[in-house]
């Protein structure tokens, strides 16, 4: 269901307190997240933090909010959610720390780097009685929303098949430090983006992942990290399976999902954002959802949704999309790509 503008603005004013948001990290996740709480009437960022106290103060007086140290996020009275945007490999020590705090808790993707690490976050929250978000954005593009209300509204017949083709320029200039860092970043474009397309595979055919085979390349010579992919899904629905291609190489870009039914195709241009909708192999219609009343930055509505279902769910319960438990399984058929590329061999991650 889409809000309306006036509809977003009565559910903002009837959340009389606001939500105080402490940010640890000062990447790019780190401004996605203050600007979506800003963004926000029933949201506010309070703090920022991280290893480097410098960087985090360069970052609070760009934003007007403090710098303290993670430490002290966790232990602010003045902060009710923390928002983790520091480097996977870390991601573990930091909610943990929040956690302990006693603060609510959404994590950028990938939540950690091995399953393990999954099972320690989602039980601390657990046993803290605190509520864990993993940030999987495309959940909540509505362009994405509105392609899984088609397939479950069986227009098309029955979903058969998904492909995604991407073509993007991964090696850019922010690769740099942390993210050329396995330890830190679990490799190259399958712990991003990699992972992103899997969960949109996941969610558009509401099906779980059985098993992946994988081919994996690192083209680069200056990098040893894995730049390109060709990943096959096979998922519990036996009558579903999905092929990913990915090439973090390209100086142009294209993203580009096809959905296969029994009685037509659906397209989405995500960077166009364009729904075609085809049957009896002629085009049907086109829709272009649109961001509003989410802001005109059509990426960021992700991170403006995620706070508003988040806020939902703190306040009166409400269901989470990504929860620790949706992070753990991307994580899990993540693992299993890297390692049906290694093997040979096709590899069930054993949801």
């Known amino acids: 269901m889409q809000i309306t503008s006036a509809g977003f603005l009565l559910l903002s004013e009837m959340f009389l307190d606001r939500l105080r948001l402490g940010i640890v990290g000062y990447g790019d996740a ?7 709480a800003h963004f926000l009437k029933d949201w506010s960022p309070v703090a920022v933090g991280g290893r480097n106290m410098d960087k985090a103060s360069a970052f609070a007086g760009k934003y007007e909010i403090a710098a303290r140290t993670v430490e002290e996020i ?25 956690l302990a705090g006693g603060k609510q808790m959404i994590v950028e993707k990938p939540i ?16 803290a009685d605190r509520l864990l978000m993993v940030a999987q954005t495309h959940r909540f593009y509505q362009s994405e929303i509105r ?35 396995p330890a830190l970043s ?23 992942v059985k098993s992946v085979r994988a081919l994996l390349g690192a083209a680069r010579q200056d ?27 390209g100086q142009s870009e294209l993203d580009r999902t096809r959905l296969y039914f ?55 319960g409400a269901p989470l999309r990504s929860d620790g438990a949706n992070g753990r399984a991307n994580v899990a058929i993540c693992l299993a790509i890297f390692e049906s590329a290694a093997r040979g061999v096709e590899v069930y991650p054993g949801l």
Request: with cysteine.
């Open 112 to 127: 950690a780097l091995t399953v393990e690490d999954c099972d320690r976050m989602i039980q601390a929250a657990q046993q």
């Open 223 to 249: 990098y040893e990290i894995e730049g390109h992919t060709h990943v096959l899904y096979t998922f519990e629905d036996k009558a579903l399976s999905a092929a990913l291609t990915q090439s973090g190489y």
């Open 147 to 181: 392609i899984r209300e088609l397939v479950v509204s069986g227009e098309l017949g029955r979903l058969l098949m998904l492909e995604d083709t991407q073509i993007f320029d991964y090696f850019g200039p922010k690769r740099v430090g942390w993210q050329l860092d």
């Open 186 to 208: 679990g490799g190259g474009v399958v712990m991003n983006p990699t992972i992103h397309y899997t969960d949109r595979f996941r969610y558009f055919a509401g099906s779980e």
């Open 74 to 98: 966790a232990e602010s009275p003045d902060i009710d959610v923390v928002a983790i945007a520091t480097p996977p490999g870390v991601h573990l020590q930091d909610t943990l720390t929040c």
């Open 30 to 36: 780190a401004v996605s997240f203050v600007t979506a």
């Open 262 to 316: 029994d009685r037509g195709m659906i397209q989405l241009d995500f960077y166009d954002n364009r729904i075609s909708i085809f049957t009896d192999g002629k085009l049907l219609r086109t829709e272009s959802p649109k961001p509003e009343p989410f802001g005109e930055n059509r990426l960021n509505q992700g991170y403006v949704r995620q706070f508003v279902e988040f806020g939902k769910s703190i306040r009166g």
